[in-house]
T-cell receptor, first 114, second 114 residues
Framework: DQQVKQNSPSLSVQEGRISILNCDYT??????FLWYKKYPAEGPTFLIS?????DKNEDGRFTVFLNKSAKHLSLHIVPSQPGDSAVYFC?????????????FGQGTRLTINP | GAGVSQSPRYKVAKRGQDVALRCDPI?????LFWYQQALGQGPEFLTY????????KSGLPSDRFFAERPEGSVSTLKIQRTQQEDSAVYLC????????????FGSGTRLTVV
């Protein structure tokens, strides 16, 4: 039972363009969502988060959008840079899961082409 | 230390062997988590400590898996009688408090059972 899904295993974007990574979830009790970035042989690094009471959170080149009715969130990176090439995981938490536990998606490998 | 430190980085175990994986969290971080990441998948929750108390071990896949954090700092994940399906990257993460801080992961231990 995959509660958090990232349906695109990979995405290729030209440098300078916008990268859009998508994530869907099934559990309506999730109330906090996070994006992590992972380079090879390193642990995931926290990128940006959003509470379910908001629909948008922005931090520099990174913006996360949340559509609760569709149970969908997305991460926008603009402009995309070569250093953004990595695997991106979305994650969700909520009281039904235990407040301290995150449920991760399968990840999307983003490649930024020069 | 400056980050979450895990050792060893790589471990090859013969099937049936016991292994112990170590995690050194960020100094002062109250919360500590263990996750298991299979190839091509997102991290999956194993267990959670708040100081020395193990508050959630619902993700441990079998009674062969055991985790401890006796003094509220360093943690050890022990796997007894390893099986091939235990092959994965084991990630440790720590947080000063709520998951909303986006906890910090270590680089992981890659366990290969042969």
């Amino acid at each position: 039972d995959q509660q958090v899904k990232q349906n695109s295993p990979s995405l290729s974007v030209q440098e300078g363009r916008i990268s859009i990574l998508n994530c869907d979830y099934t559990n309506s009790m999730f109330d906090y969502f996070l994006w992590y970035k992972k380079y090879p042989a390193e642990g995931p690094t926290f990128l940006i988060s959003i509470s379910s009471i908001k629909d948008k959170n922005e931090d520099g080149r990174f913006t996360v959008f949340l559509n609760k009715s569709a149970k969908h969130l997305s991460l926008h990176i603009v402009p995309s840079q070569p250093g953004d090439s990595a695997v991106y995981f979305c994650a969700a938490s909520g009281m039904v899961q235990g407040a301290q536990k995150l449920v991760f998606g399968q990840g999307t490998r983003l490649t930024i082409n020069p | 230390g400056a980050g979450v430190s895990q050792s060893p980085r790589y471990k090859v175990a013969k099937r049936g062997q016991d292994v112990a994986l170590r995690c050194d969290p960020i100094s002062g971080h109250v919360s500590l988590f263990w996750y298991q990441q299979a190839l091509g998948q997102g991290p999956e929750f194993l267990t959670y400590f708040q100081n020395e108390a193990q508050l959630d071990k619902s993700g441990l896949p079998s009674d062969r898996f055991f985790a401890e954090r006796p003094e509220g700092s360093v943690s050890t994940l022990k796997i007894q009688r390893t099986q091939q399906e235990d092959s994965a990257v084991y990630l440790c993460a720590s947080s000063p408090g709520s998951v909303n801080y986006g906890y910090t992961f270590g680089s992981g231990t890659r366990l290969t059972v042969v």
